[in-house]
T-cell receptor
C-alpha cells in the first residue's frame, strides 16, 4: 500500500535540535526524500537517501533510515527561526517514479 | 534562471466549469509533473509528461488531463469542476526522469465555489 505518515506538529526552541519523524509502508520504496515548504512557496528538496544507506549528513541536516521498521527521520541541528516551515517526507520506488508524500509536519521555532 | 513558473497564481471558478493551468519548466528541464495539494495535506501525484507523452498517472479521474508542448511547457486541464478540486496545484520539472533534480513551482491556488 501507499501510505506515508508524519506527526502533524513540532515546536522547538531556537538553538535546539529538531527531529521530524516519518513512517512509510511500501517496503519496495528505495528512495526517500525530505522537502520543505514555506508559506506561499513551492516545495524545496532538502535532502534524499537511498535505501541501502542508514544515515546521510548534510551540514545541519542528518537523515536516519531504519529500513526494517520503515522509519525515516530528519534531524535539524541548531534550529533557527528561518527553519519554521512544513516538512514533508516522500518516497519513490525508483528514482524516476512518482513521489508519494506524507501529510507534513509543521515545525515552529520559538525564541 | 526563472525556475519553474506557473500561471495564474490564483484562480476562482464555479462548479461545472473548466480550467487550464500553465507551467513553464526550469531552463534545461524537459520533464514536467503535476501535483495536487489539498489544504493541510501532502501533494498528490496527478501525472508526468516527458517527450510530450504522459508517462505516469496517479489516481485521478479522466476529468484531469494534460499536455506537454515541444518547448517542454505544460498545461493541466480540469473539466466539470467539483468543490473538492479546490487545492494548490504544483508543477515540478526535472532534466529527464530524475527525482533528485526535481524543482517545484510556487503553484496555482484554485478555488471552486
Amino acid at each position: 500500500g501507499e501510505d506515508v505518515e508524519q506527526s502533524l506538529f513540532l515546536s522547538v526552541r531556537e538553538g535546539d535540535s529538531s527531529v521530524i519523524n516519518c513512517t512509510y509502508t511500501d517496503s519496495s520504496s528505495t528512495y526517500l526524500y525530505w522537502y520543505k515548504q514555506e508559506p506561499g512557496a513551492g516545495l524545496q528538496l532538502l535532502t534524499y537517501i537511498f535505501s541501502n544507506m542508514d544515515m546521510k549528513q548534510d551540514q545541519r541536516l542528518t537523515v536516519l533510515l531504519n529500513k526494517k521498521d520503515k522509519h525515516l527521520s530528519l534531524r535539524i541541528a541548531d534550529t533557527q527561526t528561518g527553519d519554521s516551515a512544513i516538512y514533508f517526507c516522500a518516497e519513490s520506488i525508483t528514482p524516476s517514479d512518482k513521489l508519494i508524500f506524507g501529510t507534513g509536519t509543521r515545525l515552529q521555532v520559538f525564541p | 534562471d526563472a525556475g519553474v513558473t506557473q500561471s495564474p497564481t490564483h484562480l476562482i471558478k464555479t462548479r461545472g466549469q473548466q480550467v487550464t493551468l500553465r507551467c513553464s519548466p526550469k531552463s534545461g528541464h524537459d520533464t514536467v509533473s503535476w501535483y495536487q495539494q489539498a489544504l493541510g495535506q501532502g501533494p498528490q501525484f496527478i501525472f508526468q509528461y516527458y517527450e510530450e507523452e504522459e508517462r505516469q498517472r496517479g489516481n485521478f479521474p479522466d476529468r484531469f488531463s494534460g499536455h506537454q508542448f515541444p518547448n517542454y511547457s505544460s498545461e493541466l486541464n480540469v473539466n466539470a469542476l467539483l468543490l473538492g478540486d479546490s487545492a494548490l496545484y504544483l508543477c515540478a520539472s526535472s532534466p529527464g526522469l530524475i527525482n533528485e533534480k526535481l524543482f517545484f513551482g510556487s503553484g496555482t491556488q484554485l478555488s471552486v465555489l
